[in-house]
């Protein structure tokens, strides 16, 4: 094996490692409950090691697309760029990136948009492909505001995503069988929402 890849294998099984972690302790606060009670210190302290690692990782070598990292290497960079949403640093760097990765075919278009949904709606701005939910004022699961949504079926499609009616559908199916529950006080989560967004960096003290 060449020195380029065992470097691609190491980088690949590291972020995967990061990934797998993430996934164990996710379960593990799922099972009794804790994780759907705000951001779990213990869920963020997992996401923003992670985080480190990949913004370290970046410095060195890039964005960890399909050539540095194979496939799943390359989803797993995505997933740890996702999930440390107490770094803005990293999640807009990360986005300029998977741009650029994207153009060059080194990730799928889906990673993008979801990056910039995620983006947008911790910027309390509306999102543009519908990817990001939470809960609504009727104690459903529904998609945050969306900046277009006469077109966002067709931006959808173009990144590969099912109708939004449809994908609202399947993910209220799948929170009914979790055991996730709407918050008691809709009103207290969006104040500590917007009160940890202003913390983290997303949103000024006007914001």
């Not at 890039?62 to 949403?85: C, F, N, R, S, Y």
């Not at 999640?91 to 060059?104: D, I, N, T, Y």
């Not at 979790?178 to 500590?192: C, L, N, T, V």
Request: a negative charge; hydrophobic letters at 35%; charged letters at 35%.
């Amino acid at each position: 094996m060449s020195e380029q890849s065992k470097l691609q294998t190491r980088l690949r099984d590291e972020l995967i490692r990061m990934v797998e972690e993430d996934g164990r302790v996710r379960k593990e606060l799922a099972a009794d409950g804790s994780l759907f009670e705000g951001y779990h210190p213990l869920m963020a302290e997992v996401h923003r090691r992670n985080g480190r690692r990949l913004f370290e990782l970046i410095d060195q070598y890039g964005w960890p697309g399909k050539t540095l990292v194979g496939e799943e290497g390359a989803d797993a960079a995505w997933l740890i760029v996702q999930h440390d949403i107490g770094n803005p640093s990293l999640l807009r760097r990360s986005l300029s990136l998977l741009r650029e990765a994207v153009a060059k075919g080194e990730a799928p278009a889906l990673q993008l948009a979801m990056l910039t949904d995620r983006i947008c709606v911790l910027e309390g701005k509306p999102q543009v492909y519908g990817t990001q939910y939470d809960w609504d004022e009727h104690g459903e699961m529904s998609p945050c505001p969306i900046e277009n949504p006469e077109r966002v079926d067709e931006l959808r499609e173009s990144v590969g995503l099912i109708p939004l009616h449809e994908d609202t559908r399947l993910k209220r199916v799948a929170i009914s069988l979790s055991s996730e529950k709407p918050p008691r006080d809709m009103k207290a989560r969006r104040r500590e929402m917007k009160e940890w967004a202003r913390s983290a960096g997303w949103l000024d003290s006007k914001g």
